[in-house]
């Protein structure tokens, strides 16, 4: 591990610690059969990255379909909320943190102050890890505040949530206070809410690369960062397998990351571009996407598309593995491209 990576873990275990208690009894004072009227949420989710935004998706759909006509700001760092929240018109405001708060000082403290300028009727702390998350739900104006461990005390029931189910099943307890009725339906899926224009324009682009547009296609998000990554030699041997099996029946394409890096050493007919919202809309006309863990991963579940992850260990697979309907994973060490071409075919 870097340094710079040791210091960031000991930072946030301090402040772990600092802020594990802050929320603690937070709903104390909910008196037996008082109402609840929600005009306007704060969320909070001051996290920069793709993947995190995009699993914020089921909350926000959560929230509308109990409260069509509520406003909802979003608390967030970094400039993809916007990009992901285009098309969801109940979310009014979104407040964002610089990405470098220490270089923008000045900028990151009015940010903050921003949260006192509303009285809101809810504020949600997406993850309860956060310790940012928690600070922001303290600092905010409102009566009711969800900090994220205010139902679930069973552990091994906690770990069988997915991070798109979580803050949604605490949304839910927390209305139960109040009307007393048990929600079981279906926790929503990613949904970046694509318009009917951005999916005919990624047609049109898929049908661009691909040798034959009458057919199905194929796509492959081969990188990842850091450990997630597998490596040519890896995505080389998954080649063999896939390619004559498919090659006859689908288009085969390789959609490249921002940093423009292909692990199948160009082989495949490739889309690149920065704009995720046009990355959706080609994903979308896709039969099915194969990729590693990573944002590309779940902004394929919320195109939505067919999404294969690859994980290459148990560590954090049901909190983060494709979450939605018809999707799937598996666990992809550096051995098993067997596993993921039988799941292919198991899917196709």
Not at 144 to 156: A, I
Request: charged share 25%; net charge positive.
């Amino acid at each position: 591990m870097s340094f710079k990576l040791k210091v960031n873990a000991y930072r946030r275990k301090i402040m772990r610690g600092l802020t594990g208690n802050i929320g603690k009894g937070s709903l104390d004072n909910i008196k037996e059969n008082e109402t609840i009227s929600i005009k306007r949420v704060l969320v909070n989710r001051p996290n920069q990255r793709l993947g995190n935004t995009l699993l914020m998706t089921p909350l926000i759909q959560e929230i509308v379909k109990n409260y069509p006509n509520a406003e909802i700001d979003l608390f967030v760092k970094g400039k993809v909320s916007p990009i992901v929240f285009e098309n969801y018109p109940q979310v009014k405001q979104i407040i964002e943190l610089p990405k470098k708060p220490f270089k923008e000082l000045i900028a990151y403290l009015n940010v903050w102050l921003k949260i006192r300028k509303h009285k809101y009727d809810l504020v949600i702390n997406v993850d309860k890890q956060s310790s940012s998350g928690r600070l922001s739900t303290s600092f905010a104006q409102s009566k009711y505040k969800l900090f994220g461990d205010e139902f679930l005390s069973d552990t091994n029931q906690e770990n069988q949530l997915h991070q798109a189910q979580y803050p949604v099943y605490q949304f839910r307890k927390f209305l139960e206070l109040f009307d007393k009725i048990e929600r079981t339906e279906a926790i929503p899926s990613l949904n970046i809410q694509l318009s009917a224009k951005e999916i005919e324009d990624g047609k049109k682009l898929l049908n661009e690369i691909v040798k034959d547009p009458t057919k199905k296609t194929l796509a492959f998000f081969t990188f990842a960062t850091g450990t997630k990554c597998y490596d040519v030699v890896w995505w080389d041997e998954f080649y063999a397998m896939f390619y004559p099996k498919y090659e006859e029946e689908y288009n085969l394409i390789e959609i490249l990351p921002v940093e423009n890096i292909s692990m199948l050493s160009h082989k495949l007919p490739e889309f690149y571009s920065k704009d995720v919202r046009e990355i959706a809309a080609v994903m979308y006309n896709c039969e099915l996407l194969i990729a590693a863990d990573s944002g590309m991963m779940h902004l394929s579940c919320a195109a939505p598309v067919k999404t294969i992850g690859l994980f290459k260990s148990e560590g954090f697979l049901e909190r983060y593995k494709p979450y939605g309907e018809g999707n799937a994973v598996v666990i992809a060490k550096d051995d098993n491209q067997a596993g993921v071409f039988a799941k292919m075919e198991e899917l196709l």
